[in-house]
C-alpha cells in the first residue's frame, strides 16, 4: 500500500491534470500537504499510512497551527485542503475514512488589516520620493495603480497591456479562478502610467518587452510578484519606518478609504472582487475603529462621555 508521501504526488497528479488549477493553486496545495506530513512525522511520530491517520491526529494539527499564530482563514484553508485530499484517497480506496471531514478550524480574534493614513498616502505617492532612482516612473506607477484599484499582488503582478483602458479609464483584472472585473482607473494612475510607459523604452534592455506584460523588470522580462513586493517594502520604509507596509497594505488602505468617504459596500466588494460580502465587511470595522480615534481626538467633551458611559 501507498504511503501517504506517494499519495500526496499522485493527487497533486490528479488535481493539476483533472481540475486544471493554475501552477499558483497547485503549488499552495502541495505546502499544505507537506506541512501536514511534516507535522505528523516530527511533532506526533506517526506512521506515514493513509489508514493510520485519525480525526484526533487532525484536531491536534489545527491547535498547533494555531499556536503556531496562522489566521483562521489560511487553518480553514489548510482544512479544505486536507478534506479533499482524504476526499480523493477514499475515492481511489487508498483511505477508508476522511478524518477532517467533521473538523472546522478553530477560530482566532480577527486582526484588522493595516491602513495608511491620507497624509502618509499622500507621502508615498510624492513624486520626489522616486526621482533619484533609474525605475522611479516603474515604482510610483505600480504604488499609485495599487493605491488607486486595490488590485492584489499576483493581479498586478501579471497585468499586460491591453487590459488597460486610457480612454475610458478603465483597468480589466483576472483574479482569483480567472473571474474577471472592470475597476475604474483614476486620473492620477493613468498620468503615471503614461509616464512610466513613455520611460520604459529608455530604462530597459531594448527588444525584450516580454509577451506585452505592463511591468517589467530591468531586463524587460515580466516584474513577478517578489519584485513587486520589494518596490512596496522600499518606498514604505522611507514613509513609516515601523510599519510593514505590502502591496496588500495598499488594497486595505484603498477599500478603507473609500468607505471613509462614504463608498457603498457592495460597490468596494465588486472592485477588490470579493466573492462574499462577509469579506468586505472587516473594512467597516477599520473605519469605524478610525472614526472613534478621529472623535476622542477632536471632540471637546469625548473624554468626558467616555467616562459616563
Given at each position: 500500500?501507498?504511503?501517504l508521501n506517494s499519495c500526496?504526488?499522485?493527487?497533486?497528479?490528479?488535481?493539476q491534470a483533472?481540475?486544471?488549477y493554475s501552477s499558483n493553486?497547485?503549488?499552495a496545495?502541495?505546502k499544505d500537504l507537506?506541512d501536514?506530513?511534516e507535522?505528523?512525522?516530527?511533532e506526533?511520530?506517526?506512521?506515514?499510512m493513509p489508514v493510520?491517520?485519525?480525526?484526533?491526529?487532525?484536531?491536534?494539527y489545527?491547535?498547533?497551527?494555531?499556536q503556531k499564530?496562522?489566521d483562521?482563514?489560511?487553518i480553514?484553508r489548510?482544512?479544505?485542503?486536507?478534506?479533499?485530499?482524504?476526499?480523493?484517497?477514499?475515492?481511489?480506496q487508498?483511505?477508508?475514512?476522511?478524518?477532517a471531514?467533521?473538523l472546522?478550524?478553530?477560530r482566532?480574534k480577527?486582526?484588522l488589516p493595516?491602513v495608511?493614513s491620507?497624509?502618509?498616502m499622500?507621502?508615498?505617492?510624492?513624486?520626489s520620493?522616486y526621482?533619484?532612482y533609474r525605475q522611479g516612473?516603474?515604482?510610483?506607477?505600480?504604488?499609485?495603480?495599487l493605491?488607486?484599484?486595490?488590485?492584489?499582488?499576483?493581479?498586478?503582478?501579471?497585468?499586460?497591456?491591453k487590459d488597460?483602458?486610457?480612454?475610458?479609464?478603465e483597468?480589466?483584472?483576472?483574479?482569483?479562478?480567472?473571474?474577471e472585473?472592470?475597476?475604474p482607473?483614476?486620473?492620477?494612475?493613468i498620468?503615471t502610467?503614461m509616464?512610466?510607459l513613455?520611460?520604459?523604452?529608455?530604462?530597459?534592455?531594448?527588444g525584450?518587452?516580454?509577451?506585452g506584460?505592463?511591468?517589467?523588470?530591468?531586463y524587460?522580462?515580466k516584474?513577478?510578484?517578489?519584485g513587486?513586493?520589494?518596490?512596496?517594502?522600499k518606498?514604505?520604509?522611507r514613509?513609516?519606518?515601523n510599519k510593514?507596509?505590502?502591496?496588500?497594505?495598499?488594497?486595505?488602505?484603498?477599500a478603507?478609504?473609500l468607505?471613509?468617504?462614504?463608498?457603498?459596500?457592495?460597490?468596494?466588494?465588486e472592485?477588490l472582487?470579493?466573492?462574499k460580502?462577509s469579506?468586505t465587511?472587516?473594512?467597516?470595522?477599520v473605519?469605524?475603529?478610525?472614526l472613534?480615534k478621529?472623535y476622542k481626538?477632536?471632540?471637546?467633551?469625548?473624554?468626558e462621555?467616555?467616562?459616563l458611559?
Amino acid at each position: 500500500m501507498d504511503d501517504l508521501n506517494s499519495c500526496i504526488k499522485q493527487y497533486l497528479v490528479f488535481f493539476q491534470a483533472e481540475k486544471n488549477y493554475s501552477s499558483n493553486t497547485c503549488k499552495a496545495y502541495r505546502k499544505d500537504l507537506s506541512d501536514f506530513l511534516e507535522f505528523l512525522n516530527i511533532e506526533l511520530k506517526k506512521s506515514l499510512m493513509p489508514v493510520s491517520i485519525q480525526v484526533k491526529d487532525v484536531k491536534k494539527y489545527l491547535i498547533y497551527l494555531s499556536q503556531k499564530g496562522y489566521d483562521h482563514s489560511s487553518i480553514e484553508r489548510k482544512l479544505s485542503t486536507l478534506k479533499s485530499f482524504f476526499r480523493y484517497l477514499r475515492k481511489k480506496q487508498k483511505a477508508t475514512s476522511n478524518p477532517a471531514l467533521s473538523l472546522k478550524a478553530p477560530r482566532r480574534k480577527k486582526r484588522l488589516p493595516r491602513v495608511l493614513s491620507w497624509l502618509q498616502m499622500r507621502e508615498l505617492l510624492e513624486p520626489s520620493l522616486y526621482e533619484k532612482y533609474r525605475q522611479g516612473p516603474r515604482d510610483r506607477a505600480i504604488l499609485e495603480l495599487l493605491y488607486n484599484t486595490g488590485l492584489r499582488l499576483a493581479e498586478l503582478s501579471s497585468l499586460e497591456l491591453k487590459d488597460i483602458d486610457f480612454q475610458n479609464g478603465e483597468i480589466k483584472i483576472t483574479g482569483k479562478g480567472n473571474k474577471e472585473r472592470i475597476v475604474p482607473l483614476g486620473e492620477n494612475a493613468i498620468k503615471t502610467l503614461m509616464e512610466y510607459l513613455s520611460s520604459r523604452s529608455r530604462v530597459d534592455s531594448p527588444g525584450r518587452h516580454e509577451e506585452g506584460f505592463l511591468f517589467l523588470n530591468k531586463y524587460g522580462e515580466k516584474l513577478g510578484r517578489r519584485g513587486v513586493a520589494r518596490v512596496v517594502k522600499k518606498y514604505g520604509s522611507r514613509i513609516a519606518e515601523n510599519k510593514k507596509i505590502s502591496p496588500h497594505t495598499l488594497r486595505h488602505s484603498f477599500a478603507t478609504h473609500l468607505l471613509d468617504e462614504g463608498a457603498k459596500l457592495i460597490a468596494v466588494k465588486e472592485m477588490l472582487g470579493h466573492e462574499k460580502l462577509s469579506t468586505t465587511q472587516i473594512y467597516t470595522h477599520v473605519s469605524m475603529d478610525r472614526l472613534k480615534k478621529v472623535y476622542k481626538k477632536a471632540h471637546p467633551r469625548a473624554e468626558e462621555k467616555s467616562q459616563l458611559q
